[in-house]
């Protein structure tokens, strides 16, 4: 069972969720697919990790080849291509390793070499198997090693902490999930972004349920807003210092307190019992 773990905005909370989930579930997998900026190794420290390097295919020129056709300059979308003062020049931070260049070139200019993009990490923090993505910096796409990482899959149960908002690599890293949590903060902000992440989840058919962080005193948006939709609310966390003490040293707080190992053992039931409920309803899932 893969349960995605997003929200509309970094910050808001889907680590925290995400981290705490995997250490209560036991035997699990945490996969960290916000390659841009992980940080769930941050918390679990994992140990005996192995590290694999990830590469792209990216185009490269034999001038002696190339006649300046431009067949490939016109073809390229991305202006990975140009062709100046008689020479073919290659902007290899804009490719998409689409590979169309190369199947283009009447003369066979073109050819394929692999270029490093980031790593794959891969250990243990006690029973949990803990995956983290590293997107080299100034690469145009982490796909490629979400795609990874969401490959490798172990059986039983895994959480995947997606990049924040809903752009492209969210929608990979939520595309063959089972169920999505939707984390959001009490402000009319986090209501917006909110609205962003159901309207993803609702567009690749993802049951889906809301857990209100940092939650206060008074009106929460957020809260409004999965009322007025008919989203189910998993959990509330109230904003504590203690969370933020545990947070800020890096410590997972199921492991350091009594009080949020129920909290959260309480999510993760309500989170199964969604899930069963899904499966009953469209046992195809």
Partial sequence: ??????????????????????????DAAYIDCDVEEPNGHLFFKPADVVTEEITVKIPAVDQGLCNGCRECVEFCKFNALAYVDQRLMIFEEVCHSCGGCILLCPLRALTER???????????????????????????????????????????????DCPPGSACTVMESVRDSDYCILVAEPTIFGAHNLA?????????????????????????????????????????IDYEQELGVLNSEGLVAIRESDRYRAL??????????????????????
């Fill in 1 to 26: 069972m893969k349960i995605a773990v997003l929200s509309g905005k970094g910050g808001t909370g889907k680590t925290l969720v995400s981290v705490n989930l995997a250490a209560l579930a036991g």
């Fill in 114 to 160: 692999d270029q490093p993009i980031g790593v794959i990490e891969r250990g243990f923090s006690e029973d949990v198997r803990v995956m983290t993505g590293m997107l080299n910096t100034g690469e145009a796409s982490g796909i490629p090693i979400i795609k990874k990482l969401l490959a490798d899959v172990p059986a039983g149960l895994t959480f995947i």
């Fill in 196 to 236: 962003l992440v159901h309207e993803l989840a609702q567009l690749f058919g993802k049951p889906h349920g809301v857990v209100l962080n940092k939650c206060l005193e008074g009106p929460n948006p957020s809260e409004q807003y999965c009322q007025a939709k008919g989203i189910k609310i998993l959990a509330r």
């Fill in 264 to 285: 959260f053992a309480s999510l993760l039931e309500a989170v199964r019992e969604e899930v069963q409920h899904e499966t009953a309803l469209d046992p195809q899932r």
